[in-house]
């Protein structure tokens, strides 16, 4: 089986569900070919929880977990406990959701900081320590992470360190008017999610993030990588810049989209298209360019636009 032949059912499944947004699907299914994480920031209602879900499903013998993060959500409500068995009275270890393939975070920014930072080692590292214990996470384990970004009563901005774990930021935006009415006729009798078929295998989402780290990126890709990340650093309007670990999810969020293009090979094109989602929600702006209008996307496009693209 050819993988771009995979990737296309794979998309064209979560397509026919989350509708006029097939730009923002290829890109969160690259984000979990290439092993990374991805934060969804939208306007309640535009379709966060039914893209994760839609991917969920998509994907057969895969096991999908949700987290609703409020203010009194604890560590322990997504890493686990060990509870007392009173018949061997032996303390046995109840997993928590973090131990699954695909976790939807949703509305993460309104759990306390201490909270959050439970799944820094899981996203970091793919493993959680608990009481003292190193529990591996085996699997995808692939986070959609959602937040609202106008909302500002009991929620908790995402350290930087957060930030930093998320392979890419997308926003999925208002679809047109008759995207819109599709969604009615869609839903008119039950939801399409309900009903949705998987398209392809967990052994084949593996096929596929082994063939992405294949995918052909050359020499000069890499120094172009490098040279798009480190031109953040000492940027007068940039406080804290993109750290390594955003060339990293940059080299690899280009080889897995390179699949959904059918290609083997990165170019330069593809690099550009996603470089804002993975560098700009790592950095944080200098309070005066803040108050200027900065922005941290508009300051990676005016990056590309100025370092020279390799022949």
């Not at 930030?163 to 839903?187: H, K, N």
Request: with cysteine; hydrophobic share 45%.
């Amino acid at each position: 089986m050819i993988v771009s032949e995979i990737a296309s059912r794979l998309e064209t499944a979560v397509c026919s569900v989350v509708r006029g947004q097939s730009e923002v699907v290829r890109r969160v299914l690259a984000c979990l070919i290439s092993g990374g994480h991805v934060l969804l920031e939208d306007f309640p209602g535009t379709g966060k929880t039914t893209l994760a879900k839609a991917i969920a499903k998509s994907i057969s013998g895969t096991v999908f977990k949700r987290v609703q993060f409020t203010p009194d959500l604890l560590p322990s409500d997504i890493l686990g406990i060990s509870v007392l068995d009173p018949r061997t009275q032996e303390f046995r270890f109840h997993p928590g959701p973090v131990f699954t393939d695909i976790l939807l975070a949703d509305e993460i920014n309104r759990a306390s900081p201490r909270t959050q930072s439970a799944l820094l080692e899981a996203m970091g590292e793919r493993q959680a320590t608990i009481e003292g214990q190193r529990y591996d996470l085996d699997g995808l384990f692939f986070v959609i992470a959602t937040q609202n970004p106008v909302e500002f009563r009991g929620t908790y901005p995402l350290p930087e360190a957060q930030m930093d774990r998320f392979a890419i930021q997308c926003t999925l935006g208002y679809v047109s008017a008759a995207e819109e009415a599709s969604i009615l006729s869609d839903q008119a009798h039950a939801h399409p999610v309900d009903t949705l078929a998987a398209a392809v295998s967990r052994e084949e989402i593996l096929e596929l993030m082994a063939a992405a780290r294949r995918v052909r990126f050359s020499e000069e890709l890499r120094h172009y990588v490098v040279a798009l990340v480190s031109a953040t650093r000492g940027h007068p309007a940039i406080q804290l810049a993109a750290s390594p670990r955003a060339s990293l999810a940059l080299m690899k969020v280009s080889q897995a989209l390179a699949l959904f293009e059918g290609k083997d090979f990165v170019s330069p094109e593809l690099i550009q298209s996603v470089a804002a989602d993975v560098i700009a929600h790592r950095m944080v702006l200098a309070p005066e360019a803040k108050y200027a209008g900065a922005n941290a996307r508009q300051i990676v496009a005016d990056l590309i636009d100025q370092i020279p693209v390799p022949a």
